[in-house]
């Protein structure tokens, strides 16, 4: 497919060897301007969108969406150039449908791979959750297990606690909670495995505090 640059390069090199007189010559309009502005912003918006979206789902080494992208901004860069009413009015009421037409076809391929490239995402990700999601409870089990024997051992048949003993319950009901979210973790919702990782690393932070504190009591 012929590069929209280049057709209006052909274009207005075409009419400009026309043996057309000046008088003859109707220039473009300033409803023509107005209107390549309005597609270009469009234009402009719209691919701000969709490279968002690629960011936001790390798509990457895509050839056909890289040229798409490239479409949008040929498209851009054809618009700027019927931005005045020094070319032809026929040539610059042709590049405008040309571009919209062009858009369309461009937009309805983008719809298609975009909702896949989501799709495979979406499924790459579920899948390293999983495989965290094994991790988590594990530890939250062994975090369970701790807590049940440090229990044991300290509050057996007691009713009134020492100000030591007070500070390692609180701990044990913390690291509790940090073990519910640990186990409830395939409930969350995350956009990227960068994500999970963070949420994984604060509990992580969260335990080690509150063991090394107990350990403190302890001693």
């Known amino acids: 497919m012929k590069k929209i640059v280049y057709y209006i390069l052909f274009i207005l090199s075409f009419l400009?060897?026309?043996s057309v007189s000046a008088l003859e010559t109707e220039y473009n309009t300033?409803?023509?301007v107005k209107k390549a502005i309005l597609v270009e912003d469009y234009i402009v918006r719209h691919k701000w969108k969709v490279e968002e979206f690629i960011d936001k789902y790390?798509?990457?080494?895509?050839?056909?969406?890289?040229?798409?992208?490239?479409?949008?901004?040929?498209?851009?860069?054809?618009?700027?150039?019927?931005?005045?009413?020094?070319?032809?009015?026929?040539?610059?009421?042709?590049?405008?449908?040309?571009?919209?037409?062009?858009?369309?076809?461009?937009?309805?391929n983008l719809k298609i791979k975009l909702k896949e490239e989501k799709l495979r995402f979406e499924k790459e990700l579920n899948t390293k959750k999983n495989t965290y999601s094994k991790l988590w409870i594990k530890l939250s089990d062994k975090i369970d297990s701790i807590n049940l024997k440090v229990a044991k051992n300290i509050f057996k048949n007691k009713t009134i606690l020492s100000?030591?003993?007070?500070?390692?319950k609180q701990n044990l009901i913390n690291?509790?909670?940090?073990?519910?979210?640990?186990?409830?973790?395939?409930?969350?919702?995350?956009?990227?495995?960068?994500?999970?990782?963070?949420?994984?690393?604060?509990?992580?932070?969260?335990?080690?505090?509150?063991?090394a504190s107990m350990k403190e009591q302890l001693k």
């Not at 032809?88 to 461009?106: C, L, S």
């Not at 100000?163 to 390692?168: C, D, F, G, N, T």
């Not at 690291?175 to 409830?184: D, F, G």
């Open 163 to 168: 100000l030591k003993e007070s500070k390692i």
């Open 16 to 18: 400009s060897f026309c």
């Open 58 to 108: 790390n798509i990457t080494n895509n050839w056909s969406l890289n040229n798409d992208i490239i479409e949008l901004e040929e498209s851009i860069e054809a618009l700027k150039k019927i931005q005045n009413t020094d070319i032809h009015k026929e040539a610059a009421e042709e590049i405008i449908q040309a571009v919209i037409k062009r858009i369309k076809r461009v937009n309805e």
């Open 30 to 32: 300033e409803t023509n």
């Open 175 to 211: 690291l509790n909670k940090e073990s519910l979210k640990l186990r409830n973790f395939w409930n969350f919702v995350f956009t990227s495995e960068k994500e999970i990782k963070d949420s994984f690393i604060r509990i992580l932070k969260n335990i080690k505090r509150e063991v």
